[in-house]
């Protein structure tokens, strides 16, 4: 199946701990994206990487560091993991801007 | 900066009357808009991606319109069924990056 898959789906971990979001798409889109949902079903941009580069860095505390490998794999890792960072995270992926994109379907963080 | 608002926030509407959901935007520098849905504790899903040159686009009972001028777009739903049921939200993905910005959704409930 063509698509963005995201690991784990459910994050469950104590303040304190580092912890890593993984996605990949087998799409052969460009560029990939990491959005925040809040509590209140807010969706906001974290970063985007084109081609590997990162694009986009949306005022997001430096615990917060993606990692691209390759085009086809953006993954996020949090250092110290704070209450508030409690969200649901979505990656998603597009051929080029304005193409459309193509969404995960979202890693629920827990942070307690 | 571009905002993005969606009205109304909530709807609730019997089964098989047609629908309109509004989704305003502030800069109309956009390269097109994009009409997800969202089913409760899942990802998004996309529906209807209309570019900047088109009016409209059409998918199935679900029509989507935009007005570039008047920073609006609606988006249709005839004949509504109980399982379209889930939040809509509306994204556009500005020119000067990769950044979109989403509405806060509007939530529809089709009662059966």
């Known amino acids: 199946d063509t698509a963005v898959s995201q690991t784990p789906k459910y994050l469950v971990t104590q303040m304190g701990n580092d912890k890593s979001i993984k996605c990949e798409q087998n799409l052969g889109h460009d560029t990939m994206y990491w959005y925040k949902q809040d509590s209140k079903k807010f969706l906001k941009i974290m970063f985007s990487?084109?081609?590997?580069?990162?694009?986009i860095n949306e005022t997001v505390p430096n615990r917060f560091s993606p990692k691209s490998p390759d085009k086809a794999h953006l993954n996020l890792h949090i250092n110290s993991l704070e209450l508030g960072d409690s969200a649901v995270y979505f990656c998603?992926?597009?051929?080029?801007?304005?193409?459309?994109?193509?969404f995960g379907s979202g890693t629920r963080l827990t942070v307690v | 900066k571009q905002e993005v608002t969606q009205i109304p926030a909530a709807l609730s509407v019997p089964e098989g009357e047609n629908l309109v959901l509004n989704c305003s935007f502030t800069?109309?520098?956009?390269?097109?808009l994009q009409w997800f849905r969202q089913d409760p504790g899942k990802g998004l899903t996309s529906l209807l991606l209309?570019?900047?040159?088109?009016r409209e686009q059409t998918s199935g009972r679900l029509n989507a319109s935009l007005d570039k001028s008047s920073g609006r777009s609606t988006l249709y739903i005839a004949a509504s069924q109980p399982g379209d049921s889930a939040t809509y939200l509306c994204a556009v993905p500005m020119n000067r990056d990769d950044k979109i910005i989403f509405g806060k959704g509007t939530r529809l409930h089709i009662l059966p």
């Open positions: 209309i570019q900047s040159s088109q």
């Open positions: 998603a992926s597009s051929a080029w801007t304005g193409a459309g994109y193509t």
């Open positions: 800069d109309s520098a956009i390269y097109n």
């Open positions: 990487y084109n081609n590997k580069e990162l694009i």
